[in-house]
């Protein structure tokens, strides 16, 4: 009786978790390939929520989709007048900034997790987990990394849309993320979560490839492998242009 009654304790989360929904999650394309006429993508995900038995539950719950870019350092500087100049006059260096961040919610992010849970999964940008290596104080911290935020935003690398996931007879699910034309290249991750009573309950996880093409993938290699190289290539073809143009004036004069 005991060793059946401590098989059974030892088996309840196991069976909890089987009588949560999982997900099902699939994209519109996997990889996304930039040339010189890339104005920008829209990026489709979607898929299905499987409940238990088939049956729905009377709580539909919410769905969170979360699309991040390559992690990168940055530095953003703040600009004061000194004697009547502009100049740098505070930086604040940010160890982890992703190149790009979407979220998408089926509801806005504060009424469907609570700021734990939120903050565990960097769902919504109020929780971009951004990692700041200098030292400063919170106040300052928050400062730049809301003008980090601001830039990013204005610029469309990130995106929030509230109710951006559109639930359809409680199963399916899709959104729109909106792909901007001066995205980084690198290796990016498509999160899906099913969320309930404040807590994610179920995630699937999608690789995304955005990587250059044709002449631009080819001048981008050269550039990052060949640095030096590149550069005295860049600065010999800008003097060659300039004297060119300058033959051309010279003549019509």
Do not use: C
Not at 102 to 119: C, G, K, Y
Not at 226 to 232: Q, V
């Amino acid at each position: 009786m005991r060793a059946l009654l401590a098989l059974l304790l030892a088996l309840l989360p196991a069976l909890a978790r089987a009588a949560e929904p999982t997900l099902v999650a699939d994209l519109s394309q996997s990889r996304i390939d930039i040339s010189y006429r890339f104005a920008g993508e829209e990026l489709l995900v979607f898929g299905a929520i499987q409940y238990p038995g088939g049956r729905l539950p009377a709580d539909v719950p919410g769905i969170a989709i979360v699309i991040r870019g390559p992690a990168e350092p940055l530095t953003i500087r703040r600009k004061g007048r000194v004697l009547g100049i502009w100049v740098n006059r505070e930086a604040v260096r940010f160890e982890s900034a992703p190149g790009f961040y979407a979220v998408a919610t089926s509801a806005p992010v504060d009424q469907l997790l609570d700021e734990r849970n939120a903050a565990i999964y960097e769902i919504g940008l109020s929780y971009l987990q951004l990692s700041p290596a200098t030292a400063v104080d919170p106040e300052t911290g928050r400062r730049f990394q809301d003008g980090l935020l601001a830039l990013r935003r204005k610029a469309g690398l990130y995106v929030e849309q509230p109710y951006g996931v559109r639930i359809t007879a409680d199963v399916l699910y899709r959104a729109r993320i909106p792909i901007p034309s001066a995205v980084p290249v690198g290796d990016y991750r498509a999160e899906i979560y099913l969320i309930r009573d404040g807590r994610v309950r179920a995630r699937a996880t999608a690789p995304i490839i955005i990587d250059k093409t044709g002449f631009e993938r080819a001048i981008w290699l050269f550039a990052h492998r060949h640095g030096f190289a590149y550069g005295l290539t860049a600065v010999a073809l800008a003097l060659g242009l300039g004297l060119a143009a300058g033959l051309a004036f010279a003549r019509r004069g």
